[in-house]
Nanobody
Framework: QVQLVESGGGLVQAGGSLRLSCASSGRTFSSHAMGWFRQAPGKEREFVASILWSGGSTYYADAVKDRFAISRDNAKVTVYLQMNSLKPEDTAVYYC??????????????????????WGQGTQVTVSS
């Protein structure tokens, strides 16, 4: 079993920055990819970014490309999401997710919620205008 715990959310003004962390524990050796998703009030959960533990290949949603950066620390088994130039529309609950099992064909395949086996509880990010 894999446990994921997000932290780092909070209230920030537009244009500001936050760094989210996702600490993994448990049978993390079975996880080969991590993703960040978000869900704004009244909207469906959407993909933000993903990264592979091995090699570090990343993929981003168009809405956050060039503003957000996903990274990982293999030794700490932790994934980060550096969010810069935040906008009010970035306000959402941010979730960390882990995928175990077989690798997918392409990095864009990691944008789909259903490919992830484990999810964190989420951390709230609020961006004021």
């Amino acid at each position: 079993q894999v446990q994921l715990v997000e932290s780092g959310g909070g209230l920030v003004q537009a244009g500001g920055s936050l760094r989210l962390s996702c600490a993994s524990s448990g049978r993390t050796f079975s996880s080969h990819a991590m993703g960040w998703f978000r869900q704004a009030p009244g909207k469906e959960r959407e993909f933000v970014a993903s990264i592979l533990w091995s090699g570090g290949s990343t993929y981003y949603a168009d809405a956050v490309k060039d503003r957000f950066a996903i990274s990982r620390d293999n030794a700490k088994v932790t994934v980060y999401l550096q969010m810069n130039s935040l906008k009010p529309e970035d306000t959402a609950v941010y979730y960390c997710a882990a995928r175990s099992g077989t690798y997918l064909r392409g990095t864009s395949d990691y944008t789909r919620e259903y490919v992830y086996n484990y999810w964190g509880q989420g951390t709230q990010v609020t961006v004021s205008s």
